[in-house]
């Protein structure tokens, strides 16, 4: 299930789910402890009216979402015809204070008075224990409930327009001892005032409303966070006493302050794209945590499914990511990234394959020991290289001398090293590392492309620090990489790059000749063959052979039968936003912006109103597949917008 509205301020982060209810709430890392994650932990809403209960999620409500403000402030618009009633949610965390707010205008349709009860419930698993130790009680003095465990605290609150709370609240348990949740206590339009609970708990505010004929009331409603009850308290009382609106104000303000570079360069690009670019940027920035982990995505939904989500930090995801903030001229988002990336490099000099938001290390199915005993670091090699290469083109930026004081020689020095030596030398090319994709045990194209670029921007870097030695080794490294290149990475019988390449037991060479995206795309991007070779050129047009791309069908699959949550083995595989734009950056790069602006509008009219693009999409139907949305899937789309701006007006 898509999160068609995402919020953040590097610290709490929130997703909506379809149904307007809060189903991820991450706190106190983007990405990390998520307390409400599960179909279970939907914080369900619900409207009482004419003697009958009616949840946003029982399939009645109908719902559009935006971003209207040029903020992260969604609004939402729920619609339920057959009780009268429409809900709109204006939704944000505090850009400044780690508090979920919603303000939420309650609408009678009808021509006859209605007595309405609005229902909030709220279900957290805190620090996404799966435990049952958690405890939720009612603060008569704040008029708020507690919800919390060791160091998270949670506190639940609403005021009415005329600065009343809530007049009813239940705290129970829910999805254990044959319990649903305290949400049920509302099918009566009652609650019964239990106090206090522990164990895995839930609780449910209520708001009595007398709504006239074609009349409107508001109610205010938020959760504060802390490490600590008195934390939680502190943020909780700022919110009542200045009130909601002046919290959304101020956060509007921020927003639209730190948006500056990106509506400048909105200006640039086509009209058409502007709106989306800017929403684009915003949902970047809501996955980038305040620590510097940039997270693949929030969406949760994937946990209904498979044994993980994709809230983590890839350094691959997370350095393509930032490299469409630092060409807007962003600066501190990038330098937190690369120092997250240091605190976090080997003592081999490499990254590994995903961090959690703290830091630590994130779940891997890539092993030490491969085929034939093999042992080696179970890493993607392209996520060091791509770090290291998109630093040096941050430094460049900058030209700030002290970029390099800092992260020389424990950052650069140590990856450049581990990149120019981890070289077999049987193929003059790098050893086997996982692709990109995560799933091939290879010396992939892709690879050595970004290896390559690497090792020629460190090579610059080095003669920026007078580190003779390191320019001379770390160029004749990546000379070493691109003769070999040529040798062994091209098919010209079929006329496309190669996926790459293995060694075997008998010291053979063998190709894997599946046509693959990153193949294609790392070769020309990173420089390891010319834009305008004969190579790239052939393989541009068995890829537009093989994938049958037309004026109506712009899409790519990542590579030739990719079974990824295959929606149809008909099909190559289904169609990916990130390497559809890749083909766009070609054209681009080649003369042919009407391709590549097919391409551009086709991901922007599959994406959600509020710019939300998911990873892949059904190649028959066009529905979403995976998660949304995908911090990779947003940035390619900038990446490919800011391609499209001549140089002249950068």
């Not at 209960?53 to 409500?61: G, K, P, Q, V, Y």
């Not at 092993?367 to 083109?393: K, M, N």
Request: glycine share 6%; proline share 4%; with cysteine.
């Amino acid at each position: 299930m898509a999160r068609p509205i995402v919020l953040s301020n590097g610290e709490l982060h929130v997703g909506i789910n379809k149904y307007a209810l809060v189903h991820d709430f991450y706190y106190p890392y983007v990405g990390l402890e998520n307390h409400a994650a599960g179909r279970s932990l939907r914080h369900h809403v619900g409207v009482w009216a004419d003697g009958t209960i009616s949840w946003l999620d029982d399939d009645t409500w109908e719902f559009d979402y935006s971003y209207p403000h040029q903020a992260l402030i969604g609004h939402i618009v729920a619609r339920n015809h057959t009780l009268g009633i429409i809900l709109e949610f204006d939704d944000t965390v505090d850009a400044e204070m780690s508090v979920f707010m919603r303000n939420v205008h309650i609408i009678n349709m009808r021509e006859t008075v209605r007595d309405l009860r609005l229902f909030f419930h709220q279900a957290f698993v805190i620090g996404d224990s799966r435990s049952n130790t958690d405890t939720a009680q009612y603060l008569p003095d704040a008029d708020a409930i507690l919800h919390y465990r060791g160091r998270r605290a949670f506190i639940v609150s609403a005021q009415d327009d005329n600065h009343a709370a809530f007049d009813q609240y239940s705290i129970g348990l829910f999805d254990i001892e044959g319990r649903e949740g305290t949400f049920r206590d509302a099918d009566d339009g009652e609650l019964s005032m239990c106090p206090v609970e522990h164990g895995r708990v839930d609780s449910t505010i209520r708001f009595k409303l007398d709504l006239q004929p074609h009349s409107s009331l508001r109610v205010h409603y938020w959760i504060a966070c802390g490490s600590s009850t008195r934390e939680a308290l502190y943020i909780h009382r700022q919110v009542a006493k200045q009130g909601i609106n002046a919290r959304l104000d101020r956060t509007n303000k921020w927003w639209h302050e730190w948006l500056k570079p990106a509506k400048a360069t909105a200006e640039k690009i086509d009209a058409a794209h502007r709106d989306m670019f800017i929403k684009s940027v915003m949902l970047v920035k809501s996955h980038i945590d305040k620590r510097g982990a940039v997270i693949a995505s929030t969406d949760t939904a994937m946990l209904n499914y498979w044994r993980d989500a994709y809230g983590y930090c890839w350094p691959r995801d997370g350095a393509y990511t930032l490299w469409p903030l630092i060409r807007m001229g962003y600066k501190d988002e990038a330098y937190r990234f690369f120092e997250f990336c240091r605190r976090g490099l080997s003592p081999g000099g490499y990254l590994m394959h995903k961090y959690r938001a703290d830091g630590a290390l994130g779940s891997s199915w890539h092993p030490y020991v491969h085929e034939h005993g093999v042992v080696a670091p179970p890493i993607q090699e392209d996520e060091t290289a791509l770090t290291l290469f998109v630093f040096s083109q941050y430094y460049h930026l900058h030209e700030d001398e002290n970029l390099l004081k800092e992260f020389y020689e424990p950052m650069i020095l140590p990856m450049a090293n581990f990149l120019a030596s981890y070289i077999d030398t049987r193929t003059g090319l790098p050893k086997p590392t996982y692709d990109l994709w995560e799933e091939t045990f290879i010396t992939s194209t892709y690879t050595t492309a970004v290896v390559y670029a690497a090792l020629q921007a460190a090579a610059d870097l080095a003669e920026k620090r007078d580190d003779a030695d390191s320019v001379v080794a770390w160029r004749a490294a990546a000379d070493d990489i691109r003769s070999a290149s040529v040798k062994h990475l091209y098919n010209a019988d079929v006329g496309v790059f190669r996926k790459g390449l293995v060694v075997n037991e008998a010291d053979e060479v063998v190709y894997n000749e599946t046509i693959d995206l990153s193949s294609f795309f790392g070769s020309f991007m990173f420089g390891l063959f010319a834009v305008d070779s004969d190579e790239v050129s052939q393989s541009a047009k068995t890829i537009q052979r093989v994938f049958g791309l037309d004026q109506a069908h712009p899409g790519v699959p990542r590579y030739q039968n990719d079974n990824y949550r295959r929606a149809h083995a008909e099909t190559p595989g289904n169609l990916w936003f990130v390497t559809s734009l890749w083909m766009a950056q070609y054209y681009l790069e080649t003369s042919l912006p009407n391709e590549a602006m097919n391409v551009l509008n086709w991901v922007r009219d599959s994406a959600w109103a509020t710019g939300v693009m998911t990873e892949q999409l059904d190649p028959l139907t066009h529905k979403e597949v995976s998660i949304a949305p995908l911090t990779w899937s947003q940035a390619e789309y900038l990446s490919t917008l800011l391609d499209t701006i001549p140089e002249a007006a950068v």
